[in-house]
């Protein structure tokens, strides 16, 4: 499903280059449950962008479910994301003036779905993440547990084939972070591809398979 | 992305940082209402000119003595000394013409009016019967001067409404006689308010038969001739014969100037049309501030908004869509500002009009028209350069930067 080779990615700072990426080679297959661990600055975030066609790589190819997106122009890839990719962030990113249902929609409303169909989705994901009540709160009115379900929510309400998720529980205390990580791993259950960044060991170390990470090359993949 | 869910979005932002909105709004507004008020002022007078020419006659032409390209109208001065003047059988004459309806002679001169104790200086105008109906005027009580052979020096006068009430108060002027210098007229009509016109007030002037005021001022020289054409169409053939004319009874010399009103309204037309022009793009200059005004506001947003522009290229916004997020934002803007500052212009024209009634404001439709579409067009111009900026923002560092 996701076929990474060779991968580099390198930043330049002032005169210096940062190898973020060195030669990553990583193959996913379809509804796998990966968990990145590493030290901070070990280049997992970058490894996380590149998956997610936020970032392009230096050198590399790249494929997504059988299609080469190496080469894919900005629109193009803006379209890939909304269709196939769901992003779930440490500090959740949810637009401070819309509601918890307007930031749930997002995805939607960027795609053109027409509102009805939208509303259905809409109902559905409320409910299934138990934010009903909350609809209509504004970020500010929520907690952060209940911010990274609306995350969680706007990431699925356009059917993704992979779910991204950049230390998803690293801005939560341990229960609500429970919560989430159960949350992910449900929609794991239900057949989802989930690649999850995490510092958080216990956390990681529920993955079905392992990615370790250190300065910026894969140290060890455990199943 | 729809357009509905576009203009929903932009609602959003816009409702949500109210200062932000409501600086733009004012700044936008005022750039409208100030070409509004400044064009409707432009029109107003514009108008007001006209209508003042309109109101001295219905296809006016003036005869004035002595030859000159520019002749004004003045009527408040004595009698000008010309080379050769115009009698009172030169007047007459041009009802010869096919294209003359009438004519009426005209003297001015001030005279000291009398009537028991009370005195005042006044102006005095020498006419004819002919002069009620060129002119436009109205009598309020009584006759207009009668007609009959203008050399025939008839002891009557008209009087101005203002002259009648400040001397003779609530008593009947009609059959009362009053003196000018040593001559005795008996009043037969009081003309109906007027007011103001062109400088020349009728409300105070005294009218009395033209031969009266050649004895009166001691002259045959007539200040002007007043001719209407039959039609409009005539005016340039009136004109022509008022000329032929003229120089045949003043052996070959072509010593008058012939003034049509037609020619005056049009210049008087293209000098204030233009001025309206020129002071509303000076207006609307405000309104290229108010764009510079929405660009920095739009800069200052596109920082600040840093991380919702990565969030939405994240989500799967594509370039355009970015764009088009900001541009239907400033449109939005643009319209809100153009609409109340179409409001406050409105109001402001009111209340211009309020204090100086008589002339009429109202704001040209081009001003209508071009005040709003350059807000738009200005405050579209003016967010390219943030939208492009926006658009281009990298996501990861967007979001990564908190
Ligand atoms: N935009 C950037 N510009 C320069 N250097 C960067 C940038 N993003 C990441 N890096 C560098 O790349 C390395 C990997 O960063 P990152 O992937 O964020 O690590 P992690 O997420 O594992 O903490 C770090 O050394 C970091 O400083
Ligand atoms: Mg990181």
């Known amino acids: 499903m996701i076929r990474l080779t060779d991968i580099e990615r390198v930043f330049t700072v002032g005169d210096e280059q940062v190898h973020a990426l060195r030669g990553v080679n990583l193959v996913i297959g379809p509804g796998e449950y990966l968990s990145i661990m590493g030290p901070s600055g070990s280049g997992k975030s970058s490894l996380l962008n590149v998956l997610g066609l936020l970032d392009r790589p230096n050198a590399g190819r790249y494929e997504l479910e059988g299609r080469d997106v190496t080469g894919l122009s900005d629109d193009e890839l803006a379209r890939v994301r909304r269709e196939r990719i769901g992003f779930v962030f440490q500090f959740f990113h949810l637009v401070p003036r819309l509601t918890a249902e307007g930031n749930i929609e997002l995805p939607m409303v960027l795609a053109g779905i027409e509102p ?36 969680i929510a706007r990431a699925m309400s356009m059917n993704p084939s992979v779910i991204l998720a950049d230390e998803p529980t690293g801005n939560l205390d341990r229960s609500t972070g429970q919560e989430v990580i159960a949350l992910l791993e449900a929609l794991h259950a239900g057949g989802g591809t989930l690649v999850m960044v995490t510092h958080d060991a216990e956390i990681g170390g529920r993955a079905k398979r392992r990615i370790r990470i250190v300065d910026g090359r894969i140290v060890g993949d455990e199943r | 992305m729809r357009f509905s869910d576009l203009i929903g979005f932009a609602w959003q932002v816009v409702r949500g940082s109210r200062s932000r909105t409501f600086l733009i709004l004012l700044a936008m507004s005022i750039g409208v209402a100030a070409v509004v008020v400044v064009s409707s002022l432009g029109e ?27 002749g004004g109208i003045n009527p408040g001065v004595v009698v000008a000394k010309t080379p050769r003047s115009l009698t009172l059988d030169d007047a007459l004459a041009l009802t010869r013409s096919q294209a003359i309806r009438r004519v009426a002679p005209l003297i001015v001169g001030a005279g000291d009016l009398r009537w028991g104790s009370k005195s005042r200086e006044t102006p005095v105008l020498g006419s004819t019967a002919e002069m009620l109906d060129i002119r436009h005027m109205e009598t309020a009580q009584g006759h207009f001067l009668p007609a009959g052979d203008p050399h025939h020096a008839q002891p009557v006068c008209v009087i101005g409404a203002k002259l009648r009430r400040e001397l003779f108060g609530a008593r009947q002027p009609l059959g009362e006689w009053v003196r000018i210098g040593d001559r005795r007229f008996r009043v037969i009509g009081v003309l109906a ?35 209407e054409a039959k039609t409009r169409q005539q005016v340039p053939q009136a004109k022509a014969d008022v000329e032929e004319i003229v120089r045949t009874r ?14 005056v309204l049009a210049t008087f037309d293209r000098i204030l049309t233009a001025l309206t022009l020129a002071v509303g793009g000076i207006a609307g200059i405000s309104l290229g501030v108010a764009g510079i005004l929405i660009m920095n506001v739009m800069l200052i947003s596109v920082t600040q908004r840093r991380r919702e522009i990565g969030l939405l290229k994240a989500l799967g916004a594509t370039g355009a869509q970015i764009r088009a997020v900001f541009f239907t934002e400033a449109v939005m803007l643009a319209l809100g500002g153009a609409a109340v500052g179409l409001a406050i212009g409105e109001l402001g024209q009111w209340m211009v009009g309020q204090v100086y009634p008589d002339i009429p404001f109202s704001p040209p439709w081009w001003a209508l028209i071009a005040a709003p579409g350059t807000a738009v067009v200005t405050s579209v111009l003016f967010s390219v350069s943030p939208a492009r900026r926006a658009a281009r923002l990298d996501p990861v560092m967007a979001l990564s930067r908190r």
């Open chain 1, 116 to 151: 009805a169909e939208r509303r259905r989705r809409l109902d559905r994901l409320l409910a299934e993440y138990g934010l009903e009540s909350r609809a209509r709160h504004r970020p500010d009115q929520l907690s952060g547990g209940q911010c990274q379900r609306v995350a």
């Open chain 2, 44 to 70: 107003g007078a514009r108008r007001y000119v006209l209508n003042q020419f309109g109101s001295l006659g219905t296809n006016l032409i003036i005869v004035l003595p002595g030859r000159s390209e520019t």
């Open chain 2, 193 to 227: 308010a007027q007011g103001e016109s062109l400088g020349f007030n009728t409300d105070e002037i005294i009218i009395v038969p033209v031969a009266s005021a050649q004895a009166l001022f001691n002259t045959e020289a007539l200040f002007r001739v007043l001719v």
């Open chain 2, 250 to 263: 003043h052996e070959g010399e072509r010593d008058v100037t012939v003034i049509t009103q037609d020619a």
